[in-house]
C-alpha cells in the first residue's frame, strides 16, 4: 500500500479524510490513517463539489427582484431564480435589512437558523450569522437543538444539567471491565456513531462495542429495530411497540419495589422526592399499578420477561442506555427521568459500569474519554433581542404572531417575524410537518439563504448568496468532544462565485457600514490564528500544551493525550454527595422535582409519568395502522450530501427506502422494489420497499434526508416523489416544558404506488435566468 500520510487533510463531522488533488478539483477522499473505522459518507461530496447542483453566483427570485420584499410568496419554490452580481445582491440584502429593522424593528429578523452547517471552527455557518446580526441590532433567536430538547429542559431539573452529563457517560473501558448487563432503549445505533459535531478523528463505536461485546457482557436491545444494535455483540433483541418505553421502564421500577429489590439506602442518600413518585408507581394515585401486567398490555412485551429484567438487572452490574430519539416523541421529557429513576432504584449510579448513559452511539463520542480541551470560537456578540423560540416552533413562530407559548415554566409571545435568513442548516429537511410548514413560509416578506447547493431550502429562498464548501476553504477542526485537533486545508479554489460565510456577511456588512464591528479588522487567516491562539492560552490554563500554530499548520493535526482513567459517570458524587451536591434544588437526584410540579403543566407533572402519546399503535386509528419511524440515516448526516453518489446508490428506483415487515408487506401485496405510497391525513410521500423481518411488525422505517420534492409545487399538501417523511410527522410540541419535536410519534398507511412513478426532481437546479453581461441586472 502506497503511504498517503503526506497529502492534505480536511475534517468534517463524519471523519477525518486526506485528499488528493487533481486538475483543480478533489479527486478522491482517504481515510485518515489513525481512523481504523472510517465512514464511507465523506467521499458523497466527491461528485457533487462540482456541478449544476452547485450555486455558481448570487439569485434573487423573479417576483421579488421585479416587485419587492413579499411579492407572490406563494411562488416559493416555484419562480425562476435571476442571477445577480455580488455587487448587486449585498445592496439589495443591506436595503432590505434596513427597512425591516427600521419600519418592524429587530425582533422581527429570524436568525435562529438551526442546523448543523460544517465541521471548522471559523467557518461555521451560524456563528457568523448571529455575529453579523448582532452587529446590526439583534435577531429573534431559537433554543436547544431537534437532537434532544425535551432532555435539554427537563435533564437540569434532575440532575442539574444535561450537557455536563452527556459529556461524561462512563467510558466503554469502564463498562468492558465492569459491566455485565447492558439494557439499551433504542439500540446501539452503530450508523449513528460515524458522527461527532465539529470534526471526528477516530470511529469508537464499533470498537467500543465489539470489545464489550467480547467481554461476556449481556446485551438488551429495547427496540423496533433489530439492527439498532450490532449483530455481532448478539443479546436478545425485545421488539417494543414504539412510544411506550416509559410504561417498561415504569413497570421494571414497580417490579424492583414490589419484589424488595429496590436500593432504598441510595434513593435515601443521593436522591430526594421517591416518596412522591411511589403512590403514583404502586397506583395509590391513580388505581393503577404500573405492574408488568400493565406494561406488558402497552409495550406488547411478556411480562414474565420484564419481571426476569428487573431481576437481572439488580442482581447484576447493570448500565442502562437511553437513546436520544427517546426525546423526539410525544412527552419526550419522561424517557429520561423514568430512566434515571429506575438506575436510582437499581443503586448503581456513580459505580464503574453502572447506572445510566445517554444514547451510546447516538454520536462518536459518547463513551469516549477525552481530555477536554476548551477551545475559542468566533466571538458572536451580545444579542440585544431577546426574543426567541424553543427550535421547533418555527412554524408557530411565522403563523401565530403575538401569540402566546408555555416552555420551561414560563409564559413567553411570538413576535411577528418579516425576514428570515438562514445559513448552515435545512428546515425542509429538520421540520416536521413541512405541509404546513409550506403555508407557514409563505408569511415573511424576505427569506435570505446562504447555501451551497441548489436543496429543497435554498430552492424555497427569495435570496441566495452562494457559499463555498469547507473543501474550498482553510479552516481548524477543533471540539471539545475529539481529541484530535486538524488543519483543514484549502484543497481548490471556490466554485464559480461562492464565498466563505465570512466574506459574504464582511461585503454585507460594509454596504451597512458595521464593517469594523464585525471583522474587526481581521482577515479569515487573522482569524484562525487568533482562535488558535486563544485556545493556546485556555488550554495552558487548563494543563495542557498544544503545538505553536506554525508547526500545526506544518504538521497537520495534532493529537490530546487521552486520560489514564476509565470516566465513571457521577462518580465524585456517589463518593461524597455533601462535597460535590448536584446543581439541583436539593443537591440531589430529584425523582420529584418540585420546581417542576409548581409549573402545574398538565402534560409534565412533578415525577415521571407514562402518558399515552397523542398517536400510537395502542390506540391507531384504523386509517393508519402503521407506525413510521424517521430516525437518522445510515449513508450520509441529515441532508448533507442527499445528491452524492453514495447516498443515491441506497435508493431504490430513486425513492428512499422503506423498510417493512414481510407480514405487513403481505397484507399490502407489497414486493421488494415496489413503489410505496406512505400517507395520512397531514400529507403523502413515496419511497421503495425493503421487505426485512428484522423490523416489528406494524412498524414500518424511512430514514430522513431525501430532499424534499412535491409533484405540484403549487398545491398545498401535493405528493413528495422523493420521499421525506417529514410531509407525514405532526408539529406538536412535547410538551409545554420542552416543547421539542416528536417527529417519532407518527402514524401512516402504506399502500402500492400503481401509477407511472413520477420522475424525481428534487436533485435538479430551479430556473435561473442568466444576464447578458456579468453585471447586468
Ligand atoms: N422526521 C425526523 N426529522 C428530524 C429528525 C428525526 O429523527 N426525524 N432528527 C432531527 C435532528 S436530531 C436534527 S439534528 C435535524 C438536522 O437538521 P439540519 O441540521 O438542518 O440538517 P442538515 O442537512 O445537516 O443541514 C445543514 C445544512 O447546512 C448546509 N451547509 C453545510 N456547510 C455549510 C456552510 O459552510 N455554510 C452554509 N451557509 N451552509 C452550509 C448544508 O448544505 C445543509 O443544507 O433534523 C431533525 N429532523
Ligand atoms: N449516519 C448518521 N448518523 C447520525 C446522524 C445522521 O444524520 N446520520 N445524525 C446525528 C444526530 S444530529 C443525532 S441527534 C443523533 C440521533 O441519534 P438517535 O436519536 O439515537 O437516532 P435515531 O436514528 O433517530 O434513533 C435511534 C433508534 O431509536 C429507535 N427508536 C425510535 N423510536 C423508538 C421508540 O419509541 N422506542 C425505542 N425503544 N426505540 C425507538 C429507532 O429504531 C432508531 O433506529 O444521530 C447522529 N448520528
Ligand atoms: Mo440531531
Not at 445582491?89 to 419600519?103: F, S
Request: one cysteine or more; glycine letters at 10%.
Amino acid at each position: 500500500m502506497t503511504n498517503h500520510n503526506d497529502l492534505p487533510l480536511t475534517s468534517s463531522h463524519w471523519g477525518t479524510y486526506r485528499a488528493r488533488v487533481g486538475n483543480g478539483r478533489v479527486q478522491e477522499l482517504l481515510a485518515f490513517e489513525h481512523d481504523k473505522d472510517p465512514s464511507p459518507i465523506g467521499p458523497g461530496i466527491l461528485d457533487v463539489q462540482h456541478g449544476p447542483t452547485r450555486i455558481d453566483a448570487p439569485m434573487v427570485r423573479k417576483s421579488w427582484l421585479e416587485h419587492g420584499p413579499g411579492a407572490r410568496t406563494e411562488l416559493r419554490g416555484v419562480d425562476p431564480f435571476v442571477e445577480v452580481s455580488w455587487d448587486k445582491a449585498n445592496k439589495i440584502v443591506a436595503t432590505e435589512l434596513d427597512r425591516i429593522r427600521t419600519d418592524h424593528g429587530n425582533a422581527s429578523i429570524f436568525g435562529g437558523s438551526y442546523g448543523w452547517a460544517s465541521a471548522g471552527r471559523f467557518h461555521h455557518a451560524q456563528s457568523q450569522l448571529k455575529r453579523f446580526l448582532n452587529c446590526i441590532g439583534g435577531f429573534t433567536s431559537s433554543k436547544f437543538t431537534y437532537s434532544f430538547a425535551a432532555a435539554e429542559a427537563m435533564v437540569p431539573h434532575i440532575l442539574g444539567s444535561f450537557r455536563a452529563y452527556l459529556d461524561t457517560c462512563t467510558s466503554y473501558d469502564s463498562i468492558r471491565d465492569h459491566t455485565t448487563l447492558f439494557v439499551c432503549f433504542g439500540g446501539v445505533p452503530l450508523k449513528n456513531g460515524q458522527i461527532s459535531q465539529g470534526g471526528t478523528g477516530r470511529h469508537i463505536q464499533r470498537e467500543g462495542l465489539m470489545t464489550a461485546g467480547n467481554a461476556n457482557i449481556h446485551f438488551v436491545n429495547i427496540s423496533p429495530l433489530k439492527s439498532d444494535l450490532l449483530d455481532d455483540v448478539g443479546g436478545d433483541w425485545l421488539a417494543i411497540r414504539p412510544n411506550s418505553d416509559v410504561a417498561m421502564i415504569l413497570a421494571l421500577a414497580h417490579t424492583l419495589q414490589t419484589e424488595g429489590l429496590a436500593d432504598h439506602a441510595f434513593l435515601d442518600r443521593y436522591t430526594t422526592g421517591f416518596e412522591h413518585f411511589l403512590p403514583y408507581l404502586l397506583g395509590e394515585t391513580d388505581g393503577v399499578p404500573k405492574s408488568a401486567e400493565w406494561a406488558a398490555e402497552i409495550c406488547e412485551i411478556p411480562a414474565v420477561t420484564i419481571r426476569n429484567l428487573a431481576r437481572r438487572m439488580a442482581s447484576e452490574r447493570t448500565m442502562i442506555s437511553v437513546s436520544w430519539s427517546l426525546t423526539r416523541q410525544d412527552h419526550g421529557e419522561q424517557p429520561f427521568w423514568a430512566a434515571i429513576t429506575l438506575a436510582a432504584m437499581l443503586g448503581q449510579i456513580g459505580l464503574p459500569g453502572g447506572g445510566f448513559g445517554f444514547g451510546y452511539s447516538a454520536m462518536n463520542f459518547i463513551g469516549g474519554k477525552f481530555t477536554i480541551l476548551p477551545g475559542a470560537s468566533l466571538p458572536q456578540g451580545e444579542n440585544p433581542v431577546k426574543n426567541f423560540i424553543p427550535v421547533a416552533r418555527i412554524t408557530d413562530l411565522l403563523m401565530r404572531p403575538g401569540e402566546p407559548f408555555d416552555f420551561d415554566g414560563v409564559r413567553y409571545e411570538y413576535p411577528d417575524i418579516e425576514l428570515v435568513w438562514w445559513a448552515g442548516g435545512n428546515p425542509f429537511h429538520h421540520h416536521q410537518d413541512l405541509n404546513l410548514m409550506m403555508q407557514a413560509w409563505q408569511k415573511p416578506q424576505t427569506i435570505i439563504v446562504n447555501e451551497w447547493c441548489w436543496n429543497s431550502l435554498a430552492k424555497r429562498a427569495d435570496i441566495v448568496l452562494p457559499c463555498t464548501t469547507p473543501l474550498e476553504r482553510q479552516d481548524i477542526a477543533l471540539t471539545a468532544r475529539d481529541p484530535y485537533v486538524v488543519s483543514m486545508s484549502r484543497l481548490t479554489e471556490p466554485y464559480g462565485q461562492a464565498r466563505d460565510d465570512y466574506e459574504i456577511f464582511s461585503g454585507i456588512a460594509r454596504e451597512m457600514g458595521v464593517d469594523a464591528s464585525f471583522t474587526e479588522d481581521r482577515s479569515s487567516e487573522d482569524w484562525q490564528s487568533w482562535i488558535y491562539e486563544q485556545t493556546a492560552i485556555r488550554a495552558k490554563a487548563a494543563g495542557i500544551e498544544i503545538p505553536e500554530y506554525d508547526t500545526f499548520l506544518k504538521n497537520g493535526w495534532f493529537k490530546i493525550d487521552d486520560p489514564a482513567d476509565p470516566v465513571v459517570m457521577l462518580s465524585s458524587f456517589r463518593s461524597d454527595p455533601q462535597a460535590n451536591p448536584l446543581a439541583t434544588p436539593s443537591g440531589k437526584i430529584e425523582i420529584f422535582s418540585q420546581t417542576v410540579a409548581d409549573f402545574g403543566y398538565d402534560d409534565c407533572p412533578g415525577h415521571p409519568v407514562w402518558r399515552e402519546p397523542y398517536e400510537w399503535l395502542g390506540n391507531a386509528d384504523p386509517r393508519w395502522p402503521l407506525h413510521l419511524i424517521s430516525n437518522q440515516p445510515k449513508d450520509k448526516l441529515h441532508s448533507q450530501f442527499d445528491h452524492g453518489g453514495v447516498s443515491k446508490a441506497k435508493k431504490i428506483t430513486g425513492r428512499e427506502p422503506v423498510l417493512i415487515h414481510p407480514y405487513d408487506a403481505a397484507d399490502r401485496g407489497l414486493k421488494d422494489g415496489d413503489i410505496v405510497r406512505l400517507f395520512n391525513d397531514r400529507g403523502a410521500c413515496l419511497g421503495g420497499i425493503l421487505i426485512d423481518p428484522s423490523i416489528r411488525p406494524g412498524v414500518i422505517q424511512m430514514s430522513t434526508g431525501s430532499w424534499y420534492d412535491p409533484q405540484d409545487p403549487t398545491t398545498p399538501g401535493s405528493l413528495c416523489k422523493h420521499g421525506n417523511p417529514n410531509v407525514l410527522t405532526r408539529d406538536k410540541g412535547t410538551s409545554k416544558l420542552g416543547q421539542g419535536p416528536t417527529a417519532h410519534s407518527c402514524l401512516v398507511e402504506a399502500e402500492l404506488f400503481t401509477e407511472a412513478p413520477p420522475p424525481v426532481t428534487a436533485h435538479e437546479p430551479p430556473k435561473i435566468l442568466r444576464p447578458e453581461t456579468p453585471n447586468d441586472p
